[in-house]
């Protein structure tokens, strides 16, 4: 069982950054994949990057791809997500989930609660 605490959400102009974290509890962090996905009001939840157990491995949506940069701690059981040159479009609740990775919602099996970013133009 894993358990995921967003935090470093709010509000930031466009062009800012913005730095989200997501703290997991259990010793079996270190094994999962993790991602973040996002999900704006009236849209469906949609990926936005994924990050191999050991860090190894990234892949970015190609929305954020040169702006957001994932990272993870094993040692802190805590996964990073920067977020630089936000755009009003990227105004989303960021979850992060860990699980199987990939794209897919559905192969993450622990979710957190969510962080709002809100981008002001």
């Known amino acids: 069982q894993v358990q995921l605490v967003e935090s470093g959400g709010g509000l930031v102009q466009a062009g800012g950054s913005l730095r989200l974290s997501c703290a997991a509890s259990g010793r079996t962090f270190s094994i999962y994949d993790m991602g973040w996905f996002r999900q704006a009001p009236g849209k469906e939840r949609e990926f936005v990057v994924t990050?191999?157990?050991?860090?190894?491995?990234?892949y970015y949506a190609d929305s954020v791809k040169g702006r957001f940069t994932i990272s993870r701690d094993n040692g802190k059981n805590t996964v990073y997500l920067q977020m630089t040159s936000l755009k009003p479009e990227d105004t989303a609740v960021y979850y992060c989930a860990a699980g199987g990775g990939g794209t897919a919602a559905y192969k993450y099996n622990y979710w957190g609660q969510g962080t709002q970013v809100t981008v002001s133009s």
């Open positions: 990050i191999s157990w050991s860090g190894a491995s990234t």
